[in-house]
């Protein structure tokens, strides 16, 4: 994959997948704008890893739950690289508990964060995007928003929500040269996931064809796929990295 001359922009790339996208993304050739929330010395330690790949690398601290946040976070991306060619909307966060347990504040974060942000990146993009007449955007949503998971209710309405997001925005960017996809992981070993307790990674491995978790690797693999020319007549999909824990 040649990504030479691209910049990308990564929202959650402090830390798993996607520190492992805008990695890959570099390796790639790829100049990263590395988005963040709190964790401002791990992006620091991502864009330091992205500069030693000989590649530019920028962190940008923004919640990209807040829409005016985002907006200053796009305008810093094409101040400082000129322009945007690929979106990859990774960010995300849990707040497991069952239904009637779940408070409202558990649902407006997950949605918040998970979809809402959605939304901000992809319009704060879009316009420049469409200017250029090309671009990348890749949502990363999860089998949960398929399958469902008891405990997710919040979560698997946000994954399952970014879903139709992205097939109705692929739908309206096409004919500008603009491909939205959807990459939906399953069970990937990360800070989101090392928390679970033992029995409940058990069941999921018993599950899974390949017989391992996935790492954010595997992830990010998929997304230099879409991002890459090879994959310029695809569009609206979901792709599944998951070791084959659900066939549909
Ligand atoms: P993670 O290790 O918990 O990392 C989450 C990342 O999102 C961090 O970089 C965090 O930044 C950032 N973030 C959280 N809230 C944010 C906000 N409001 N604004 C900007 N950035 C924010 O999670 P992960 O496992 O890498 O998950 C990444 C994505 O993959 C998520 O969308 C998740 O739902 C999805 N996914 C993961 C799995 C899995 O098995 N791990 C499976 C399916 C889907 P800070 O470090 O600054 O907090």
Redesign the pocket.
Known sequence: MDLRGQVALV?????????AIALALARAGADVAV?????AT??QEVAGGIAGLGRKAVPIG????DFAQVEKMCDQVIKEFGKIDILVN?????RDTLLLRMKEEDWDAVID??LK?IYNCTKAVARPMLKQRSGRIVN?????GIMGNAGQAN?AAA?AGIIGFTRSVARELGSRGITVNAI??????????EGLAEEVKRSYLAQIPLERF?S?ED?AGAVLFLVSPEASYITGQTIHVDGGLLMC
């Open positions: 929202t959650g790339a402090s830390r798993g997948l996607g520190r988005n963040y929330a709190r964790s791990l992006a923004a919640d990209v739950a990774n960010a995300g966060i849990t964060t998970n942000s990363i949503t999860s089998v949960v979560y994954k939906a992981p399953g069970f990937i070993t990360s800070e989101m996931t996935g954010p992830v």
